[in-house]
Antibody, heavy 122, light 107 residues
Framework: QVQLVESGGGVVQPGRSLRLSCAASGFTFNNYAMYWVRQTPGKGLEWVAVITYDESVKYYADSVKGRFTVSRDNSKNTLYLQLNSLRTEDTAVYYC???????????????WGQGTLVTVSS | EIVMTQSPVTLSVSPGERATLSCRASQSVGSNLAWYQQKPGQAPRLLIYYTSTRTTGSPARFSGSRSGTDFTFTISSLQSEDFAVYYCQQYNEWPLTFGGGTKVEIK
């Protein structure tokens, strides 16, 4: 079955960096666009970034553009999110998720990981 | 950015009753609207996409409809496992945006 397992979260000071990973299994990883979505108690669900199956397209939310970088290693079935210049408002649970349509992007996410908590605090 | 507004914030319903949740888009999203269910400590689960298409495994008591930029999610007869938070999401244009959620609680 499809499994997505995030890791890399933790407590970090403002201005520092963190790298999240998402290990995928149970499907052909290099056929699907992948997303990062975050959730905070105050702002609910917020889409963060998307990367197409072949890395040809990457989009970011304005709130993270220029600070976060999404990437993938199809040989390792792993999705990444590099978080730089972290701010307190980046505190959230970060989920990786899979597009429901093969080879497409911009569609709903039909499988989600369990999330990893990032806390930005001094 | 398209703003998705859900109402009510909280809906108190008795088991076996019908629940109707609303989601309004600030501009046209066509039929590119999805509904998710989230239970405490869990990730969101996709229930419906393209306004009214249920995913595999989504119970038949769940349905969706659209009138212009107003979308409705209906649970025909609430079961105990349906008490959760429900989110709508538009995927018509970037950035993809979610509504603030409706919590369906036991009355």
């Amino acid at each position: 079955q499809v499994q997505l397992v995030e890791s890399g979260g933790g407590v970090v000071q403002p201005g520092r960096s963190l790298r999240l990973s998402c290990a995928a299994s149970g499907f052909t990883f290099n056929n699907y666009a992948m997303y990062w979505v975050r959730q905070t108690p105050g702002k609910g669900l917020e889409w963060v970034a998307v990367i197409t199956y072949d890395e040809s397209v990457k989009y970011y939310a304005d709130s993270v553009k220029g600070r976060f970088t999404v990437s993938r290693d199809n040989s390792k079935n792993t999705l990444y999110l590099q978080l730089n210049s972290l701010r307190t408002e980046d505190t959230a649970v970060y989920y990786c998720a899979r597009d429901r349509d093969r080879y497409q992007y911009g569609y709903p996410c039909d499988h989600w990981g369990q999330g990893t908590l990032v806390t930005v605090s001094s | 950015e398209i703003v998705m507004t859900q109402s009510p914030v909280t809906l108190s319903v008795s088991p076996g009753e019908r629940a109707t949740l609303s989601c309004r888009a600030s501009q046209s999203v066509g039929s590119n609207l999805a509904w998710y269910q989230q239970k405490p400590g869990q990730a969101p689960r996709l229930l419906i996409y393209y306004t009214s298409t249920r995913t595999t495994g989504s119970p038949a008591r769940f349905s969706g409809s659209r009138s212009g930029t107003d979308f409705t999610f209906t649970i025909s007869s609430l079961q105990s496992e349906d008490f959760a938070v429900y989110y709508c999401q538009q995927y018509n244009e970037w950035p993809l945006t979610f509504g603030g959620g409706t919590k369906v609680e036991i009355k």
